[in-house]
């Protein structure tokens, strides 16, 4: 199982962009990086996903250069509603072929108006 | 919109006391999980189940035991409650080996007094 990295805390200000850069050195061949989002009492939600490049969508763009040992989650012009803790997930544990998300503690993000 | 519903928001039992914590999903998805959350540990996996009547422990089974009698039910059993099980559980379930998104419950924050 591809272990993570990530800081456990950031601060940023509403409008900035943000870079969460988590490090996954032994990370397999056929592993996928995810990131999700979690607000206080809730229960994670997915953001993104990707295997290699770049990958964007409506809420974040993942970074993930050529060695995939890293990837960065940037989250444009954020706002206070940004405010979560987001997990970086590389691979998983597999039992009779299934997909078991792993989390570690997460980046807890903190926008400042 | 695709759902996993939780039983209970909130919980209050005594110790000792049998606790039932309830997870349906209506994605007809294979796998389902439990997790417990607890300040500065992330989410940390208690059992799982990949079909009906089958389950695999998790890193904390200790004090948890599970069934799965339908596919879209899961459901979390404290045989004996005690104070250190107090914690935030997640409930989530995941499609087949290739589906690697994860749907997550609101969450029942459970208080042992």
């Known amino acids: 199982l591809a272990k993570t990295t990530q800081p456990i805390s950031m601060d940023s200000y509403e409008g900035q962009e943000v870079n969460i850069t988590c490090s996954h050195n032994n990370i397999a061949t056929n592993d996928y990086i995810t990131w999700y989002q979690q607000f206080p009492s809730q229960g994670p939600r997915f953001i993104i996903q990707g295997y290699k490049t770049k990958v964007t969508n409506e809420v974040a763009s993942l970074f993930i250069p050529a060695d995939r040992k890293s990837s960065t989650l940037s989250l444009p012009r954020v706002s206070l509603s940004d405010t979560a803790v987001y997990y970086c997930?590389?691979?998983?544990?597999?039992?009779?072929?299934?997909?078991?998300?792993?989390f570690g503690r997460g980046t807890s993000l903190i926008v400042h108006p | 919109d695709v759902k996993v519903t939780q039983s209970s928001r909130y919980l209050v039992k005594r110790t000792g006391e049998k606790v039932f914590l309830e997870c349906v999903q209506d994605m007809d998805h294979e796998n389902m999980f439990w997790y417990r959350q607890d300040p500065g540990l992330g989410l940390r996996l208690i059992y799982f189940s990949y079909d009906v009547k089958m389950k695999e422990k998790g890193d904390i089974p200790e004090g948890y035991s599970v069934s799965r009698e339908k596919k879209e039910r899961f459901s979390l059993i404290l045989e004996s409650a005690s104070t250190n099980q107090t914690s935030m559980y997640l409930c989530?379930?995941?499609?087949?080996?290739?589906?690697?998104?994860?749907?997550f419950g609101q969450g029942t924050r459970l208080t042992v007094v």
């Open positions: 997930l590389v691979g998983a544990d597999t039992s009779g072929g299934s997909y078991i998300p792993t």
């Open positions: 989530a379930s995941t499609g087949g080996s290739m589906n690697t998104e994860a749907f």
